[in-house]
C-alpha cells in the first residue's frame, strides 16, 4: 500500500489541532483590552467560549473519532461482506435517520420541558457506545439495519438538547462562533478516525471486524466526559403548559426557514452515496478511508473559521452560497469520470458543510424566543431528519436504475429550488 499521503494528512490534522487549541486557549488572551467603540461582534471573538461549548466540542471529536472510524468502510461492508445492494444501503442510512428525527424533535421539547439537558444528552451518547462495536459480530444486512437504527436512536435523543445547552451557554453576539467551533471538532474527529482506520488496516488487513469492535475504547471516553464535564445552565424558566409538538409557538418566517431545509434535504442524501461513487471513479477501497479524512479535515477547518464569520455578517449569505456550492458539486460529482475528480470534488464538498452548519444552527436560535430553543431545535432537526428516508431512497433508487448523472442532477435541482425559497426567510437580528 502507498503510504505518502499519511504524513500530508497527519500534518493537515495537526494544523487544524493547532487552530482549535488556540479557540480553546482564549482565555489567556482575555487580559487584553477591546477599544471601547469596537463592535460587539468584534469583542466576542475575544471572549473564551463558555465550559460547555468546550466539552461538548471534545466529546464530538470523541464520538466521531468512532463512528467515522467504521462509516467510510460500511458501504463496501454492507455490499461485498453482509451481500447487501444500493438500495439496501439508502434504506438503512434512510429509514434509521428519519426515525432518529422524530427522537429529535421529542427530546428538544422534552428538555425544554424538563428545564434540564444533560440527561438526555448522556443517555443519547450512551446508546451509540454501545451499539456501534455490534457490527463487528453482525453476519447479515437486516442486523447491519438494526444497529444502526440503535445508533442514530442515540443520536436522535442528544441533538436537539446539545445544540440547546450550546444556545443556552453562550451569547448571542458569538454563537456562530460556538457552533463553527463545535463542528469543527465533530469533524476533526471524523478526520482521526479514517486515519486510525487505515492505519490499523494496514498492520491488520484481516482484522476489519475487530476495528469495529474496538470503537467502544472512545465511546466509553464521550460517556465519562459528558457525567464529570458537562454542566446544566437554568437560565431560563421551562414552559409551564404540558408537552406539545406543535409549531404553534412560532411564526410564519420560522415556518419558511422549515420548509426551504425540508426541500434541500430531499435532494441531500447520504454521503455514503458519495463513498459508492468515489470507488466507480477508481479510488481504491485502502484509500477511502484517507479520502473520508481529508474530506472531514477541511470541514473542521472552514467550520472554524466561517463560524466567526457568521457572527459578523449574519447567517442567511453563508446559507444561499453554501447551498448554491452544493449544487454545483452534486452536478460535477454526476459527471465526474477520474478518481482525481473525487478528490478534488469531496474537498470542494466540505466547503459547503462550513458555509452552513453554524449558519443554519444560529438562524434557528435568531428565529425564535429563548424558552423554546429545544423545541425549536427539534423542530431543525426533524425537518432535515423525515425528509432524510424519501431522500435516500429515491437518491439510492434513482442511482440503482438510472445512473450517477440522474441521481446528482435530482440533488442539484432541489438544491436550486430550495436556495429560491430560503429568500423568503427573514433574521431579525440583521434585518432591522
Known sequence: MDQAPLPYQTLLIL????????????????????????????????????????????????????????????????????????????????????????????????????????????????????????IGVIVAPWQLFL?????????????????????????????????????????????????????????????????????????????????????????????????HLTLQPFDQNFRRYLLALVVFTLGNSSDAFLLVRAGELGVPVVMLPLLWCAFHIVKSSSNLFLGRAVDKFGPRPFIFLGWFVYAGVYLAFGLATAAWEAWALFLCYALFYGLTEPAEKTLVANLVGNERKGLAYGWYNFAIGIATLPSSLIFGALYQFAGPVVAFAWGAVLAVIAGILMWGVKDPRTSS
Open 15 to 134: 494544523n487544524v489541532a493547532a487552530c482549535i487549541a488556540e479557540e480553546v486557549g482564549d482565555q489567556e488572551r482575555d487580559s487584553i483590552s477591546v477599544n471601547e467603540t469596537a463592535k460587539t461582534t468584534d469583542a466576542a471573538s475575544n471572549t473564551a467560549l463558555p465550559r460547555n461549548v468546550k466539552v461538548l466540542g471534545l466529546t464530538s471529536l470523541l464520538n466521531d473519532t468512532a463512528s467515522e472510524m467504521i462509516f467510510p468502510l460500511l458501504p463496501n461492508f454492507l455490499l461485498t461482506i453482509l451481500g447487501g445492494n444500493r438500495f439496501y444501503l439508502g434504506v438503512i442510512e434512510g429509514a434509521a435517520d428519519s426515525v432518529a428525527s422524530l427522537l429529535k424533535l421529542w427530546s428538544g421539547s422534552r428538555s425544554d420541558q424538563a428545564g434540564r439537558r444533560k440527561g438526555f444528552i448522556l443517555f443519547g451518547y450512551s446508546l451509540a457506545a454501545i451499539a456501534r462495536p455490534l
Open 147 to 243: 444497529v444502526r437504527f440503535g445508533d442514530r436512536i442515540g443520536k436522535g435523543i442528544r441533538t436537539s438538547p446539545r445544540d440547546a445547552l450550546i444556545a443556552d451557554s453562550t451569547d448571542a453576539s458569538m454563537r456562530g462562533r460556538a457552533f463553527g467551533f463545535h463542528r469543527a471538532m465533530d469533524h476533526l474527529g471524523a478526520a482521526i478516525g479514517p486515519l486510525l482506520a487505515a492505519g490499523f488496516l494496514w498492520l491488520w488487513p484481516e482484522s476489519l471486524r475487530m476495528l469495529f469492535v474496538l470503537t467502544i475504547v472512545p465511546g466509553v471516553l464521550v460517556v465519562g466526559l459528558v457525567v464529570f464535564g458537562l454542566r446544566e445552565t437554568p437560565t431560563i424558566e421551562p414552559p409551564q403548559e404540558r408537552l
